[in-house]
């Protein structure tokens, strides 16, 4: 079992950035797939960005397409998740999580197994 631990949220003013990190521990680190998601007050928990077990296939959610980075580094064991120009919506936590398989399926939350606590971002206008 992979153990994930995020770090890198808080309050910010729309147009500014942010990067969180996702520190993992357990397991091999290059041989499985890891993604980050958000979760909005009363609404589902949504897929934002995936990254292969290699760190050279990434894939966004349409929202988040040409303002957020995902990225691996595995001499740390992290994952990070850069943000640019954030936008009041984008406010939610921010969960990272590891999948069982090498490269990004679905994606939903069904193919991820392990789950760090999460991390607020709060944008405001």
């Known amino acids: 079992q992979v153990q994930l631990v995020e770090s890198g949220g808080g309050l910010v003013q729309a147009g500014d950035s942010l990067r969180l990190s996702c520190a993992a521990s357990?397991?091999?680190?290059?041989?499985?797939?890891m993604g980050w998601f958000r979760q909005a007050p009363g609404k589902e928990r949504d897929f934002v960005a995936g990254?292969?077990?290699?760190?050279?296939?990434?894939i966004y959610a349409d929202s988040v397409k040409g303002r957020f980075t995902i990225s691996r580094d595995s001499a740390k064991n992290t994952m990070y998740l850069q943000m640019n120009t954030l936008k009041p919506e984008d406010t939610a936590v921010y969960y990272c999580?590891?999948?069982?398989?090498?490269?990004?399926?679905?994606?939903?939350?069904?193919?991820?197994?392990?789950w760090g606590q999460g991390t607020q971002v709060t944008v405001s206008s």
């Open positions: 990254v292969s077990g290699c760190g050279a296939a990434k």
């Open positions: 357990g397991g091999t680190f290059r041989s499985y797939a």
């Open positions: 999580a590891a999948s069982r398989n090498f490269y990004v399926t679905g994606p939903g939350p069904d193919d991820f197994d392990s």
